[in-house]
């Protein structure tokens, strides 16, 4: 039987938590919801001190929660000040408890109603902050939104250590901050729970920063656990292990001296058993050694966070688009969770979502405007940057950039940028662009693709031509970004934040506005379609040689607009992503709508130096010989040219072996 002495003011409450009801199933009410709390609601500054257990609130006021006011649902109503136009940003709240017998290990479940921001503090330790941004506050720091509606009923979860608990007396602190002096109320109250120690798998895994040599695995447990990964080359054969003794819920390992290119069957593990048992869904496989080409798929996502039927579809019907070649990586463009990019949000738009695709591929974000409602790219904190492990050294080739937000890695022979649209500086001489012209000039990649949220070009559900749509976010990007990616040689931008598909012709050169552009802009103004106009062809390695242009942002809401932005060859209201394929000298872009239709493919074609390079590694040797005898025959599209028909012709015969034999290096 364990027994928690709960003690307020001069009351004192021994409460049997163990087969007398205090239990939520099994696990055991510490400190239940309406306890009594004291309180200062003066405006004053407590600066730190208040929070320690120490420290003495006896001439404080107290009161059973919910306290705040405002709502007319109050057990105890706080004061706000004189001015009902300048209420107080901060109150304070305490309350003291005792424990006879602390767990040592285990779980803490926090419940928390709050109205607006807060801040939970155990025995002077922070265990909990909501809606109030990660740096340093004070007592006059405002909360980062409004809780409105149904949230100011919510209980939201979070858990702690409960090796924070100490025999004796326990002490919680917390703050709620206001969201302005003009805010009409406050809400406050509060659950603690001790789990019951037996770890359960709520989040992943999920596989983050895959390169040629390492990779990074992330899950989420309900309670504190332990984390241990087995892996190897079979599903039989787990034989090589990484272990963290640390017990923590949210839990990352990375694994390294990888071969590349290669799968690996991997479980998940705590001392108190198996998370998950290996199996042909629970694998990753490395990313290709740099610069090799190798057939690549990627999936591409925008502005799919509304965990609804419509993600739902999107999904479903790439799925069910060639499941034969699943993708090898994927890329969320922004707004990966409404409203506000909080951590339930991403649990159930993300990980609620793509639970079979999380596993086994890795997945490579930019942040949105709504994902940056609870994060700070300043600081890199919120649950995006908690969320995801971003290259920021380095780490999968590519300039290190100093931060998640933004940031290059390398696939192959493809060089993937990601820019912060959002909340970095857009300045041409901030830091951001100024790595970027650097690490443009670093690659030597075939293949250089950009993302980021915000799109230069639009006529969607946003207008790139508006100045003031989207604080001119559009603008900055057009003007002051596209200028480095073009003369660094980009081939393709992906973008969301307007809920349509749009795609762009072949360009270079368009910074202004769309009434603007010149003819001379369009280096191919044609459809870009094997099947059509014929594809873009462009010089590798060459500056201002054109880029194709993507809106992608219809993967959760579908939009409309005039779509009539003269530098895009098409447009679509429809729900739908994009597939990217590219294999040596070619890339392949489709649009797949949610019904499993593909509305639109371009390719962007890169003619190698020696057409007899059928692998695009430099030299022509055996195993473009190899490639060549294994094409032997009409190109699969009839007469058009494929990475082994030399001459050109539409065919693979004789006439492509002589030529290659007359290259051979």
């Known amino acids: 039987m364990t027994t928690v002495t709960r003690k307020i003011g001069i009351v004192t409450l021994m409460t049997i938590v163990a087969g007398a009801g205090t239990a939520v199933g099994q696990d055991i009410v510490i400190v239940p919801a309406g306890s009594t709390w004291t309180y200062l609601d003066d405006g004053s500054n407590q600066g730190t001190a208040w929070r320690a257990p120490a420290f003495d609130d006896g001439d404080w006021s107290s009161g059973p929660a919910q306290l705040g006011y405002g709502d ?99 002490v919680l602190a917390a703050e709620i901050h206001q969201r302005s002096g003009t805010s009409s109320d406050i809400s406050f109250d509060f659950e603690l729970l001790l789990a019951d120690g037996i770890a359960d798998l709520v989040r992943g895994p999920y596989w983050q920063r895959v390169t040629p040599t390492s990779a990074v695995v992330q899950w989420r447990t309900d309670t504190f656990t332990d984390s241990i990964v087995r892996y190897g080359t079979t599903p039989d054969t787990l034989d090589q292990v990484v272990s963290r003794p640390e017990f923590v819920v949210d839990h990352a390992v990375t694994l390294e001296g990888l071969t590349p290119r290669t799968r690996y069957y991997y479980s998940i593990e705590s001392k108190q058993g198996v998370l998950v048992a290996p199996g042909p869904e629970y694998t990753i496989t490395t990313a290709p050694p740099d610069m090799t080409a190798t057939p690549t798929r990627v999936w591409v996502i925008g502005d799919s966070g509304t965990a609804n039927e419509n993600a739902e579809a999107v999904r479903d019907a790439y799925l069910e688009h060639e ?35 999380l596993r086994n591929t890795p997945l490579w974000s930019t942040l949105g405007n709504h994902d940056a409602v609870s994060a700070d790219s300043a600081t890199e904190s919120g649950p995006y940057y908690d969320i995801f492990t971003l290259p920021r050294a380095g780490e999968g080739g590519g300039l290190p950039s100093g931060t998640e937000a933004y940031y290059s890695f390398d696939y192959g022979n493809i060089h993937f940028v990601c820019l912060d649209s959002q909340e970095s500086s857009r300045h041409p001489d901030g830091a951001m662009l100024t790595w970027l012209e650097e690490d443009l000039a670093d690659t030597l990649a075939d293949w250089i693709v950009a993302y980021w949220h915000h799109p230069p070009y639009t006529k969607g559900t946003h207008d790139s031509d508006s100045t003031s749509d989207s604080g001119g976010r559009m603008r900055d990007m057009r003007e002051n970004a596209l200028p480095i990616l073009e003369a660094g040689g980009v081939d393709l931008v992906l973008s969301g934040h307007s809920h349509v598909y749009e795609r762009s012709f072949l360009i270079d050169g368009h910074y ?25 062809s462009k010089p590798p390695g060459a500056a201002h040689a054109g880029a194709v242009y993507v809106v992608a942002g219809s993967s959760g809401i579908d939009g409309s607009g005039s779509l009539d932005h003269p530098a895009m060859f098409i447009g679509l209201s429809q729900l739908g992503s994009l597939i990217l394929d590219v294999d040596c000298r070619q890339l392949d872009g489709t649009f797949l709508n949610s019904a499993g239709q593909v509305r639109d493919t371009f390719t962007i074609e890169k003619p190698p130096a020696l057409a007899a390079d059928i692998d695009c590694d ?12 294994s094409s032997w025959g009409p190109c699969p599209l009839s007469g058009v040219s494929c990475a082994a028909d030399v001459t050109g012709d539409g065919t693979v015969d004789f006439e492509d072996l002589l030529a290659l034999l007359a290259a051979w290096s």
């Open 323 to 357: 499941p034969e070649r699943p993708a090898d990586m994927w890329l969320m463009l922004g707004d990966n969770a409404y409203s506000d990019g909080t951590d339930s949000e991403y649990q159930a738009a993300v990980f609620e979502m793509y639970p079979m695709l």
């Open 72 to 170: 007319g649902d109050e057990e105890t109503e706080v004061e706000y000040g004189p001015d009902p136009d300048d209420k107080f940003i901060t109150t304070y709240f305490r309350h003291a408890f005792e424990v006879t017998d602390p767990p040592g290990t285990g779980t803490l479940r926090l419940r928390v109603l709050r109205d607006d921001g807060i801040v939970i503090y155990l025995n002077g330790q922070e265990v909990h902050r909501a809606n109030l941004p990660g740096s340093t506050i004070t007592y006059l720091t405002p909360a980062s939104g409004t809780v409105s509606g149904s949230s100011e009923d919510l209980f939201f979860e979070d858990t702690a250590n409960a090796a924070l608990l100490k025999a004796g007396t326990n």
């Open 512 to 536: 202004d506005t769309s009434d603007t552009i010149d003819p001379a802009m369009l280096v191919d103004d044609g459809d870009g379609r094997v099947d059509g106009d014929g594809v873009y």
């Open 618 to 629: 430099g030299d022509v040797d055996f195993s473009d010989l190899l490639g060549l005898v």
